[in-house]
């Protein structure tokens, strides 16, 4: 990725959030405001698919990442996992064979096309730039490499921000975000000794259980840590 580009970004992030606050929010409206695309958000993930939104730019951006995480499918869950850009200029045409459950509510959102582009040091996942359109449409090559210039640039923004003094007044470290998600990662492990399974299976079966009853994976994890709702083993593991 040509560089100068990347400081260029970088230079315009810093001279928004000269103390360092608020710089994932900047960059991913800049990066709105460079390309032809509707929204932007950019989250973090693990092996075991995404742990947490840092920063949106609308309501649409932040349903496009709580359908992934609520689901653990979609664009952004493959980029990450092959470390390639995933590309979707027509969701409704391409999509449903893909991740049938995160189109039906990626349409229902009104996302009509999605880029997701992984955030990556190596082979150690940071996390993914996810870019939206309201209308179908591909990038051209320009757009593209300018999309590509604005994953490194959120990379390098992410690895600063995780290695800010942890003396600081108010953090920024991206892990921070965790935070939002504590009730389904408090969740899941109370799923997974009730119902006997490992943690990632334990997910699964929250994931499974919301989009069955329609509900957000946030308030059913509510209600597994409120022992309204209970995961039993299965007969055979008793």
Request: hydrophobic share 45%; with cysteine; glycine share 8%.
């Given at each position: 990725?040509?560089?100068?580009?990347?400081?260029?970004?970088?230079?315009?992030?810093?001279?928004?959030?000269?103390?360092?606050?608020?710089?994932?929010?900047?960059?991913?409206?800049?990066?709105?405001?460079?390309?032809?695309?509707?929204?932007?958000?950019?989250?973090?993930?693990?092996?075991?698919?995404?742990?947490?939104?840092?920063?949106?730019?609308?309501?649409?951006?932040?349903?496009?990442?709580?359908?992934?995480?609520?689901?653990?499918?979609?664009?952004?869950?493959?980029?990450?996992?092959?470390?390639?850009?995933?590309?979707?200029?027509d969701v409704a045409r391409t999509g449903p064979a893909r991740w049938p459950a995160f189109v039906e509510g990626a349409l229902a959102a009104g996302l009509r096309a999605v880029f997701a582009?992984?955030?990556?040091?190596?082979?150690?996942?940071?996390?993914?730039?996810?870019?939206?359109?309201?209308?179908?449409?591909?990038?051209?090559?320009?757009?593209?490499?300018?999309?590509?210039?604005?994953?490194?640039?959120?990379?390098?923004?992410?690895?600063?921000?995780?290695?800010?003094?942890?003396?600081?007044?108010?953090?920024?470290?991206?892990?921070?975000?965790?935070?939002?998600?504590?009730?389904?990662?408090?969740?899941?492990?109370?799923?997974?000794?009730?119902?006997?399974?490992?943690?990632?299976?334990?997910?699964?079966?929250?994931?499974?259980?919301?989009?069955?009853?329609?509900?957000?994976?946030?308030?059913?994890?509510?209600?597994?840590?409120?022992?309204?709702?209970?995961?039993?083993?299965?007969?055979?593991?008793?």
């Amino acid at each position: 990725m040509a560089p100068d580009r990347v400081t260029g970004i970088l230079a315009a992030v810093e001279a928004e959030c000269p103390d360092g606050h608020g710089r994932p929010e900047a960059l991913i409206a800049l990066c709105a405001r460079s390309l032809p695309v509707t929204g932007a958000g950019m989250a973090l993930m693990t092996a075991d698919g995404p742990a947490g939104t840092v920063a949106v730019t609308d309501g649409s951006a932040g349903e496009l990442e709580e359908l992934q995480f609520s689901l653990g499918e979609g664009p952004c869950v493959d980029a990450s996992r092959t470390g390639r850009p995933v590309l979707q200029p027509d969701v409704a045409r391409t999509g449903p064979a893909r991740w049938p459950a995160f189109v039906e509510g990626a349409l229902a959102a009104g996302l009509r096309a999605v880029f997701a582009f992984p955030l990556r040091v190596g082979a150690i996942r940071v996390g993914v730039l996810d870019l939206y359109r309201d209308t179908v449409g591909v990038l051209t090559a320009e757009q593209l490499a300018e999309a590509l210039a604005f994953a490194d640039a959120a990379t390098i923004v992410l690895l600063r921000l995780s290695s800010r003094s942890a003396g600081a007044a108010v953090s920024s470290d991206p892990l921070d975000v965790l935070d939002d998600r504590a009730e389904v990662h408090q969740a899941t492990g109370v799923v997974s000794v009730h119902a006997r399974t490992t943690l990632a299976e334990a997910l699964m079966l929250l994931r499974a259980r919301a989009y069955a009853e329609q509900r957000p994976i946030r308030e059913l994890a509510r209600d597994v840590l409120d022992g309204v709702v209970r995961f039993e083993a299965a007969e055979d593991d008793r």
